[in-house]
């Protein structure tokens, strides 16, 4: 009972982390890398819980997502693409790759949750260059950032939020919107990835549990996470996905 109460605050906390920053996966995985779940079956137990948590992130920034109908549209199809793609490499490649890759890849990710104060400092001083229309760079690095999200997902959004503020010049609070949107959907369709063709593979309690969390706290972050210390965050995630390299790095 007490790792089911885990993994549901683990959950909880993605979930709202996710709707304000974009990291919560870097929560979730560790608490599932720390109680002995492999990477694969982590990842792929993690994604299909957080879709929970996106779909209540999303509606949480219904207005900011409805006032860029058009912009959502042409981003979307990207997105879909990329998840699918990222789900099919992760199913793909064998299992030691994984193993191999996500060690850097949690470094990545930690890396820019650390830098993420000087990245959105760096988005702001270029907004003045972003365009006003969908590039096709922009669908390109949208579709790249949803490879990745498919595959691992760890920082995601922060990725996301880095792409759209330098390449798209809008409210950064609509960016947010938009963001929880695709993200949600990366996560929606390597979740339906992961059950079709690896259904025996998943946590399903696991899954159940995370879902659980994640869709309350995906309310709470888009209703009330903006009154949270970035700070206080960003030491959480650092300290749990060092915890989950560490006790990955020991056990290879």
């Known amino acids: 009972m007490w790792e089911i109460a885990i993994v549901i ?122 365009a006003t229309t969908i590039s096709p760079g922009l669908v390109v690095a949208v579709y790249l950032v949803g490879v990745y999200g498919g595959y691992f997902a760890a920082a995601q959004g922060v990725l996301l939020m880095g792409v759209l503020g330098v390449l798209l010049a809008q409210d950064l609070q609509m960016s947010n919107g938009l963001k929880n949107l695709l993200v949600g959907v990366v996560n929606l369709l390597a979740a339906a990835a992961y059950t079709v063709m690896a259904f025996d593979r998943i946590a399903w309690t696991v899954a159940a549990c995370i879902a659980l969390g994640a869709l309350a706290g995906g309310w709470l972050g888009a209703k009330y996470g903006r009154l949270l210390s970035p700070v206080w965050l960003r030491v959480l995630i650092v300290v749990l996905g060092v915890t989950a390299l560490v006790r990955i790095l020991v056990s290879t």
């Not at 304000?20 to 079956?41: C, M």
């Open 9 to 130: 605050l683990a959950g909880l906390a993605a979930g709202g982390i996710n709707a304000v920053v974009g990291s919560g996966t870097l929560v979730t995985f560790p608490v599932l890398i720390a109680l002995g779940y492999p990477p694969v079956v982590a990842t792929m137990s993690n994604a299909i819980g957080l879709v929970a948590g996106g779909v209540s992130g999303a509606w949480g920034y219904r207005k900011e997502i409805a006032a860029q109908k058009h912009t959502v549209m042409a981003l979307l199809p990207a997105s879909a693409l990329g998840a699918l793609t990222g789900s099919f490499l992760l199913l793909a490649l064998p299992d030691d790759t994984f193993e191999i890759v996500v060690p850097v890849l949690l470094v990545a990710a930690l890396g820019l949750v650390i830098a993420q104060p000087r990245l959105q400092a760096w988005v702001a001083a270029r907004r003045a260059d972003a």
